[in-house]
């Protein structure tokens, strides 16, 4: 059975930083793709950051230069470092795994930007 743990989320002040890490377990095909996504209350879940196997990243234009994104295939880990956080960024965050075959998600982590 495949599972993505997620970590790192929390409460921080606007303009503060933050860590998320997933790791996922189990067995799996080749993985291609590792993601993260968020979900605001009231609103559908949204891409945040994506990095391919080869290390390519892509980003939606309201975290440009204030994330990144980061893996380590060894361990079969996502990193999403998060600065410069603004109150609109508060979310569940969920790490999605997309490999040759299947689809997988964490159970998420809330980040919560206060004012």
């Known amino acids: 059975q495949v599972q993505l743990v997620e970590s790192g989320g929390g409460l921080v002040q606007a303009g503060g930083s933050l860590r998320l890490s997933c790791v996922a377990s189990?067995?799996?095909?080749?993985?291609?793709?590792m993601g993260w996504y968020r979900q605001a209350p009231g609103k559908q879940r949204e891409l945040v950051a994506v990095?391919?196997?080869?290390?390519?990243?892509g980003y939606v234009e309201s975290v440009k230069g204030r994330f990144t994104i980061s893996s380590d295939n060894a361990k079969n880990t996502v990193y999403l470092q998060m600065n410069s956080l603004k109150p609109e960024d508060t979310a569940v965050y969920y790490c999605?795994?997309?490999?040759?075959?299947?689809?997988?998600w964490g159970q998420g982590t809330q980040v919560t930007v206060s004012s």
């Open positions: 999605n795994l997309a490999t040759t075959s299947a689809a997988y």
């Open positions: 189990g067995k799996f095909s080749a993985i291609n793709v």
């Open positions: 990095i391919t196997v080869g290390g390519d990243t």
